[in-house]
């Protein structure tokens, strides 16, 4: 199956789409939390990792929505640092999935740049085979010069272990460069895996559950929330359509607060990265994990 589909409007679908456009107010960034694979896999009488394999069907559909619709980045949460927890069964077969998908992924490039679509890992692949690793790295470089639709794939990733590794990094690359009064949360934001990405403007979680599951803690200030009550596999397009109409209603409200956050974070931004040892420290990091991804590549 590919990452993007080729999905067939019917005539009131593409109607139900220039109607949500007409209202404006869309999002350039949309997070998925793709829950309820597995309990859709029971509701069907199927194994768990065909429920997980029609739920990355339902990805590449929603992809195409977002391409079509003008969303400029996705992220999705895809595997979660505690889904090592499940048997030993279920994450050999998820690995082994997602080995799968990113060989087809390298196998469609053209289709990709095509496309536009540049995919990111974000997560703690040192937690993963080396093999993924490498697959994994292969992909990213591969896309690295895209820029129409951004695709992050949180991948053996929770928020905690994202400013863990944060923190380290500014412990371990910036000892030599950094002083006490440079560190800040802003130069953290820098050093987590979003620091090329927008906050999201709106994250869509199916299976019911109204919690973020350790997803993107730092970066959901102003984001709206849409808990829908369909497990992933499930997903249509209204579905996502509703999801981009509860945006829309919530945009207008939340648009000064933004401005504000923008506002205070622009000026504050300028104040840090001006500083020459800054500067000097994201550069250093910013080669170092180019360096790493080369490095994983060659695995």
Known sequence: MTWVSDYKYRWYEKLAMNVIRSGGHLPDHVAFVMDGNRRYAKLEHIRKIDGHSRGFD???DCLRWCLDMGVKEVTTFAFSIENFKRSEDEVDDLLNLARE???TLLKERTKLHE???RV???GNLSLLPEDLQSLMAQVMLETEKNNKLFLNVAFAYTSRDEITQAIEAILKEGDNVLEEQDINEHLLEQCLYTRSSTPPDLLFRTSGESRISDFLMWQLTYTVLYFAKIFWPEIT???FLAGIFSYQRASMRL???KRKQNTEYTVTKMNTLSMSRVQLFLKQLDIYRA???SKLRNK
């Open 58 to 60: 339902k990805l590449a």
């Open 255 to 257: 648009e000064p607060f």
């Open 120 to 122: 990111r890992i974000i």
């Open 291 to 293: 360096e790493l991804l």
């Open 237 to 239: 397009l209204w579905n």
């Open 115 to 117: 496309y536009g679509v």
């Open 101 to 103: 998908k990113f060989t």
